[in-house]
């Protein structure tokens, strides 16, 4: 069942909207863990706290353009449906490229549900974060195609081609600014309320054990050899199965999916206490979804609702800095 109001239902949310200073959401990156984005957003919807500004970063600019553009029930259901099968579909590898992957297949789906907006013509001011390959420079993409941008934002090195935009090589803006509080703070948000997917940093980096392939929901078990051929076994198959098939080979080594995932963990993690600690939000929202690694995709039920009941937690102190801040005079807020 989807948790909250739908996003669809902005009538009745405008109703209930007060006057407030700018309220900036600052939506983290976290690969799979993003979906908890949704339901954070579902729980702000309820409350009828609706954010002015929104930045996000890698999954956090997936989810807050589904906001903004009315299409998060879309996404909800879309994210709720995947299976292993759903996520073997999206695999364009692409061999001796600059990533595994293409990401075409998920950037026609992304065409599908977002047509083709652009940035500056969304009804509040959104950014999309991402980092300048040649230069490591943060890169607020506030115009032009939101597909690119998007695109742009998530592309982690060595699973995603960098995006070229305006001349420059973009990548997953999660190595620069993995929570944008900054970002929203620039944007004119005079409060930020920002959801973080590594709060509770270092659970599983990879998956749990139970992403498998030989169970009964797919009928498939693309590993057997044993009465198949070899040409049954499709690089695709054997990639999805280094990245998502446990966190450790037959040596008790790590595998090439845990020590990517480890990898952007741990720069995430580090970047985000920098950067919280000199430029922190007004409201921290921290999901406890670190049990989860950060490539379940098919974890998107579990991680909805505790992004809820995470923002929920948080809405009498959202509720009271919005109150406060309503009574100073405009400078001064």
Known sequence: MRLGTKSGSSEALNNTVRKHPPIGLALGGGVARGWAHIGAIRALIEAGIKPDIIAGTSIGALVGAAFITGKLDIIEDWARSLNKRKMLSYMD?????????????????????????????????????????????????????????????YALPGAFEPVKIDGRHMIDGALVN????????????????????????????????????????????????????????????????????????????????????????????????????????????????????????????ELIERGYRAMQHEIPLIQSVIDVLSQLPSGES
Request: net charge neutral.
């Open 93 to 153: 590898i692409r061999w001796g490229g600059s990533g595994l992957m293409r990401g075409e297949r998920l950037a026609k789906v992304l065409r599908y549900y977002f047509g083709d907006i652009k940035i500056e013509d969304l009804d509040q001011k959104f950014a999309a974060v991402a980092c300048d390959l040649r230069t490591g420079y943060e890169v607020w993409l506030q115009t032009g195609p939101l597909i690119p941008a998007l695109r742009a934002s």
């Open 178 to 301: 993995p929570v944008p509080v900054s970002t929203c703070r620039a944007l004119g948000a005079h409060i930020v309320i920002a959801v973080s997917l590594n709060g509770d940093a270092f659970g599983p980096i990879g998956s749990s054990h139970d992403m498998n392939f030989d169970d009964d929901e797919d009928s498939m078990d693309p590993f057997e050899l044993a009465g198949q051929s070899l040409n049954k076994l499709r690089p695709d198959r054997l990639l999805l199965k280094s990245l998502l098939g446990g966190t450790k080979d037959t040596s008790g080594s790590p595998k090439l999916g845990a020590v990517m995932m480890g990898t952007l963990n741990i720069v995430m993690d580090r970047i985000s206490r920098s950067r919280l600690a000199g430029d922190p939000p007004d409201v921290f929202v921290a999901p406890r979804i670190g049990h989860i690694g950060m490539t379940e995709f098919t974890k998107a039920p």
